[in-house]
């Protein structure tokens, strides 16, 4: 069955730089295939919503970030190692949150049909 | 803040019906499909629906989603103590900035 590992959590400093994985298992993030697989990550700040930070289409390596996060985050998958990366830069103390990656599949819309366990990052000087 | 509006809480005793709704506009609910998302507490968000109304293997049926017009509602029928979670909607809105959105989200207690 289709799994994602995240790596651990994570502390910062204001200004640094964060560097979050997602490994899958269970089927191939390179495959080409109607249904378009792609990854999400996806946050969740202490006691908040979700919110979706943006998605990386794994066959070709296409992203579409969300504008408030644009020019800070950037999303890349290693196709040997069949992992996904989400890469946050001059991290604020409200980028504290829990990361998720989600595996975004295409039916008539988009959806998240599997996620990662979350991922902790915690910034704080 | 989200384009997606959801109640902020809902409950009910259990065995009784809780109905969740999911209000966007024309960019993204009215003319994209919906999903459902089930988030119990300290874990990961689990699929629910999607396309609006088809449950993933293993979602029981007592969990069914609708949509109608700019708006989506999700129902849970038979309501177990075990549904006590957060429940989020989430869309395409294809607005200039094209982006995916998910809802406010609702608690849902069990009384």
């Known amino acids: 069955q289709v799994q994602l590992v995240q790596s651990g959590p994570e502390v910062k400093k204001p200004g640094a730089s964060v560097k979050v994985s997602c490994k899958a298992s269970?089927?191939?993030?390179?495959?080409?295939?109607?249904?378009?697989?792609?990854i999400s990550w996806v946050r969740q700040a202490p006691g908040q919503g979700l919110e979706w930070m943006g998605w990386i289409t794994t066959f070709n390596g296409n992203t579409n970030y969300a504008q408030r996060l644009q020019g800070r985050v950037t999303m890349t998958t290693d196709t040997s190692t069949n992992t996904a990366y989400m890469e946050l830069r001059s991290l604020r103390s409200d980028d504290t949150a829990v990361y998720y990656c989600a595996r975004r599949m295409l039916s008539g819309g988009y959806y998240h049909d599997s996620w990662g366990q979350g991922t902790l990052v915690t910034v704080s000087s | 803040q989200s384009v997606l509006t959801q109640p902020p809480s809902v409950s009910a005793a259990p065995g009784q019906k809780v109905t969740i709704s999911c209000s966007g506009s024309g960019s993204n609910i009215g003319n994209n499909y919906v999903s459902w998302y089930q988030q119990l507490p300290g874990t990961a968000p689990k699929l629910l629906i999607y396309?609006?109304?088809k449950r993933p293997s293993g979602i029981p049926d007592r969990f069914s989603g609708s949509k109608s017009g700019t708006s989506a509602t999700l129902d849970i029928t038979g309501l177990q103590t075990g549904d006590e979670a957060d429940y989020y909607c989430?869309?395409?809105?294809?607005?200039?900035?094209?982006?995916?959105?998910f809802g406010t989200g609702t608690k849902v207690t069990v009384l």
């Open positions: 989430g869309t395409w809105d294809a607005s200039v900035t094209a982006f995916y959105v």
């Open positions: 396309d609006n109304n």
């Open positions: 269970g089927y191939t993030l390179s495959t080409y295939t109607f249904t378009s697989f792609g």
